[in-house]
């Protein structure tokens, strides 16, 4: 008789946890999303029109342009970069391991703070390579440089990061840099960069060095989450040999022209960022008010968790919210920690959200 027996991932490939976000029931219509950190102010009203436009062209039979070129040009031109060195895909999702599997060799070690996007440690092992993680407490450049291997071959950081929150100073990524062998690549994570004041300084670092990459994305201030788009820019050495393994075709033609008019219309992406900012503010100084201790949040999200003056707790604030259709995300169920993150909506989805807890 023949033996039996399924292909086996692997080893380490089912030890990783389902992200949580892979869990999420399909949302009640008429729920307020706040537990994605998806942007609830939507994209620019053009981006709809661009994608009506692209579908009476009635060319979906044709594949898009190659490399999503159209796209590379318009962030070029954006951004102030070279177009050949930057290159588009469907999200970070997709760049980040991209990037790794192309320059991490097998065996080797990836560096990143313990309060990273937990999808680094899904990143990793599809490079076949060990996340090392360390705390940002005391030094936050010390702890990086301290944990320093001949094995590293690449430092991530999410700037800002989630669910930190936290952001990383350009002096304190560049002190980074500057200690780092030329060989180890430094990527930036810059998923929620327009939330914060860091600008593009980034995307210069990457401009000006041969050994960091920066990536971004259209989910989070271009509200285009749905049509997965983000993308890269660093030297042309680091170019070169992503564009290799890079799919020929990397965008569909609808997100192609959705991330064209969303980038073209940038005082739309200006005034949310901007309403974002003031109701981030506002819903930290409640939650403070309320006796609640708030993190950092330099992203469009805030994390609560309780603090020496609450008498109420995370359950509590969880189920009122759930009750009454607003879903939150608690970070239990990224690593157990006793938070709560929340994203910040519109002007009327935050007014529901302190009329449930009635802070
Ligand atoms: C820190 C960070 N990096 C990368 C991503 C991936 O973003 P996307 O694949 O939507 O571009 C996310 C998504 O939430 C994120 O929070």
């Known amino acids: 008789m023949i033996e039996t027996r399924s292909p086996v991932p692997r080893a380490g490939i089912l030890d990783v946890p389902l992200y949580p976000g892979a869990l999420l029931p399909e949302p009640i219509p008429g729920t307020i999303k706040l537990n994605s950190n998806e942007n609830l102010f939507g994209p620019s009203p053009n981006v709809y029109e661009a994608i009506r436009a ?3 062209r009635g060319e979906l039979q044709y594949y898009p342009a190659v490399e999503a070129r159209t796209l590379n040009v ?3 031109a954006h951004y102030g970069l070279e177009s050949d060195n930057v290159l588009t895909m469907g999200g970070g999702e997709l760049l980040l391991p991209t990037i790794l599997q192309t320059f991490v060799h097998p065996d080797c070690e990836i560096l990143c703070y313990n309060d990273g996007f937990p ?8 490079a076949t390579a060990s996340l090392i993680t360390v705390s940002r407490e005391g030094d936050a450049v010390s702890q990086i ?7 590293t071959t690449a430092v991530l950081i ?22 780092l062998r030329s060989d180890i690549l430094l990527i930036l994570d810059e998923a929620y960069v327009e939330y914060c004041d860091f600008g593009d300084a980034g995307l210069r670092l990457a401009t000006e060095t041969e050994n960091t990459l920066v990536v971004r994305t259209f989910s989070k201030a271009y509200a285009l989450a749905g049509m997965r788009v ?6 042309i050495n680091l170019i070169r040999p992503l564009r290799r393994i890079l799919p020929s075709f990397p965008l569909s033609r609808l997100s192609l022209v959705s991330a064209l008019a969303a980038l073209a219309d940038q005082d739309h992406l200006k005034r ?8 981030r503010d506002d819903a930290a100084s409640r939650f403070q008010r309320a006796g609640w201790d708030v993190g950092p949040c330099e992203g469009n999200f805030i994390v609560i968790r309780r603090g020496i003056h609450t008498s109420d707790d995370l359950g509590r604030v969880f189920s009122s919210l759930k009750d009454g259709g607003v879903l939150v995300r608690p970070l239990s169920e990224f690593r157990g920690e006793s938070a709560l993150r929340m994203t910040i909506g519109r002007a009327v989805d935050m007014a529901r959200v302190w009329d449930l807890l009635r802070i």
């Open 272 to 279: 949310s960022v901007a309403e974002l900012r003031c109701l």
């Open 54 to 56: 692209e579908l009476r």
């Open 230 to 235: 983000g993308w890269v820019n660093g030297h």
């Open 158 to 179: 999410d700037n800002p990061g989630n669910p930190s929150g936290r952001l990383l100073p350009i002096e304190d990524v560049r002190a980074i840099w500057q200690n």
């Open 145 to 151: 440089l301290g944990a320093l291997t001949p094995r």
């Open 119 to 126: 999808k680094y440690l899904n990143y990793s092992l599809m």
């Open 74 to 76: 318009a962030l070029a």
